[in-house]
Nanobody
């Protein structure tokens, strides 16, 4: 069973870059056909998919967030990282990392709350 754990600061100032890391255990982020996603849920709203890092190292981002999003990985640490630039209070949310194949999400992290505020 793959386990995922998000880590990063809980408070980010407006205009700064939000950076979160997901540490994966029980499986490799380079395993064929798995994708590693970031998803968020703003207060009182539904889930919003942000983007993924594929097993191959390729990335794909939500069109609405693409201009501000970057996902990278460190295969030696079995981690992948989200960077979201120029944040505003509207980026306040619980951020999750997850393992998926297409639209089937097999494993999720517990989520980490990020507040954007001065």
């Amino acid at each position: 069973q793959v386990q995922l754990q998000e880590s990063g600061p809980g408070l980010v100032k407006p205009s700064q870059t939000l950076s979160l890391t997901c540490t994966v255990s029980g499986g490799s982020i380079t395993t064929n056909y798995y994708y590693w996603s970031w998803i968020r849920q703003p207060p009182g709203k539904g889930l919003e998919w942000i983007g993924y890092m594929a097993y191959s190292g390729g990335t794909y981002y939500s069109p609405s967030l693409k201009s501000r999003t970057s996902i990278s990985r460190d295969t030696s640490k079995n981690q992948f990282t989200l960077q979201l630039s120029s944040v505003t209070p509207e980026d306040t949310a619980v951020y999750y990392c997850a393992q998926n194949i297409a639209v089937r999400f097999d494993s999720w992290g517990q989520g980490t709350r990020v507040t954007v505020s001065s």
